[in-house]
């Protein structure tokens, strides 16, 4: 079958624009934020409580916070990255056991822990946003999608789309997408904003995945500055706190350095925290793009988000750039006030559907709706 290359160009506008929360991936076993902190220190995961990295951060909440086990109480995960950034952006030490240098490594291995218990959920494919994939190649595909979620259950649905419906475009350079001599043991990531080859009875389109929040299977390189996707592979060993990857299909197992430089890679993961810094070139250009992606739109479509106090940055994203000829919708269970003027607080243009993610995907007149 012939073939031809082909820009595959963005409209000016978008119709719809969805905004992911946690409660779009819990239906699937990801942990909700309230969960990851009891899941670390419970005990009940044995790499965690073996690795040395579990261990440190064990027991500095440990001299730093009282909880409970027996009555669930724990405290908040952003109290906890809050604490630590005090000290880290007074660059203080807490005392001669939690020096400077220590409560920096701490929060990195504390990165690293949330990492690893978000993957255990997300080695499955998603039923759930299977359908909403199917929803969007039906009815509309002039949509972006902006997630706050770290985990790829909603990339690893967009499988059967691929290459003869559409591209995933992350908007952000990748090193994937250079066919180096460096990189011919990674997998080559399809570049959407450049000339796609195409077969002649296909008609593929990108679609916009911006992880505001950085993501499981992005690796960071902060010698070269330059992010590797490794779509696949997110796994993390505890013990030596380094990434794994497999080889395929022999499933060797080896350890992810930059293939630039050598540098070991570091996660690219925007911890909960209320000091939330967005300095960070990737997660800064991805909250630019966003912004474009609000303005261009006449819909926004938020699932399973609660629009909490501690993302006073993804707030002040929306309040810039929601104009009252925007139409906002909020699909989230939760008929609690303060969740409805958290959202009337961007625009008095607001309607809430009060159904889960599941029940969203799995109604097909609400789906038209909100696409149409």
Known sequence: MNSSEKFLRYPPARDVVFVLGAGASHPDGVPLQRDMLPMILSGGIEAIENSEIGKIVTEFIKDNFEFNPATNMYPQLEA??????????QNESLNSKYTNEKIRDIKEYLIKLIH?????RTEKSSHYYHLFWKG??????????????????LEQAFDFLFKSHGYIDYCMPLMNYEPIPELKNFNFWVNPREPVSIKTDENPIPIK???????LNWKYCNCCNQTLLTPWDRMIDLKKGKFLGYTYPEKEEYEFVCPIDGTEFSTLIMPPTYLKTI????????MSEAAREVRATKKVVFIGYSLSSSDVHIKALFKKQITSDKEIIVV??????SLELNYKSLTKNVRF????FEEFVNDEKHINSLLN
């Open 279 to 286: 300095h960070h070139p990737i997660i800064s250009n991805l």
């Open 80 to 89: 906890v990255f809050g604490f630590i950034d005090y000290f880290i952006q």
């Open 116 to 120: 690893y218990v978000v993957n255990l």
């Open 209 to 215: 995945i911006i992880k505001v929040h950085g993501s």
């Open 332 to 337: 989230n269970p939760k008929q609690k006030e």
């Open 353 to 356: 559907n009060y159904s889960t």
């Open 136 to 153: 969007i190649q039906k009815r509309n595909s002039n949509v972006s999608i902006i997630t706050l979620n770290y985990d790829t259950l």
